[in-house]
T-cell receptor
């Protein structure tokens, strides 16, 4: 049981390049989330999904797209990377509400955009 | 005003000390509150949920003060292994978490 995994762990992009970050979970969780963490700002929600085939915007969605074609995978895409997207990206998953269920985080992807 | 605010620290304390962190929130309708621990360059992990009646887990005690809109975390008998960043969070719809920027704790011998 690997929990939540993220691919890749590190990446360096040039401005304007595109890439996709992959998040996979093996806990059969319905809900998945993408956050970014910048120094002094905590984690901020980019997009989230409440089930296969669904996505919704979070606090900072601009410049990102997501897809949830399979329940276990949640992809985060950057179509045209900008230096402002240099950050650490965390994926997380949780079971369904109504009661709160703990979010389990992946190990993160460190992205640098030059 | 940020929705969740924390003192960034660092709090430098000796082993065995008691240390407390507060976290204030602006949305009085918030229902669920949490403390996460994050080690350097690692992912956050749930430390404890914060209930209205307060809760305790070993050396850790969490309290919620709805009237003043803050939550607190008390760590007794600090260990070197407690050195980390402590993030407070509140839950919005769909289990979405809103995080504070974190408080850094450094426990020294």
């Amino acid at each position: 049981n690997a929990g939540v995994t993220q691919t890749p762990k590190f990446r360096v992009l040039k401005t304007g390049q595109s890439m996709t970050l992959l998040c996979a979970q093996d806990m059969n969780h319905e809900y998945m989330y993408w956050y970014r963490q910048d120094p002094g700002m905590g984690l901020r929600l980019i997009h989230y999904s409440v089930g296969e085939g669904t996505t919704a915007k979070g606090e900072v969605p601009d410049g990102y797209n997501v897809s949830r074609l399979k329940k276990q995978n949640f992809l985060l895409g950057l179509e045209s990377a900008a230096p402002s997207q240099t950050s650490v990206y965390f994926c997380a998953s949780s079971q369904n509400p109504p009661s709160y269920n703990e979010q389990f985080f992946g190990p993160g992807t460190r992205l640098t955009v030059l | 005003r940020k929705e969740v605010e924390q003192d960034p620290g660092p709090f430098n304390v000796p082993e065995g000390a008691t240390v407390a962190f507060n976290c204030t929130y602006s949305n009085s309708a918030s229902q669920s509150f949490f403390w996460y621990r994050q080690d350097c360059r690692k992912e956050p992990k749930l430390l404890m949920s914060v209930y209205s009646s307060g809760n305790e887990d070993g050396r850790f005690t969490a309290q919620l003060n709805r009237a003043s809109q803050y939550i607190s975390l008390l760590i007794r008998d600090s260990k070197l292994s407690d050195s980390a960043t402590y993030l407070c969070a509140l839950s919005g719809g769909y289990n979405k978490l809103i995080f504070g920027a974190g408080t850094r704790l450094a426990v020294h011998p």
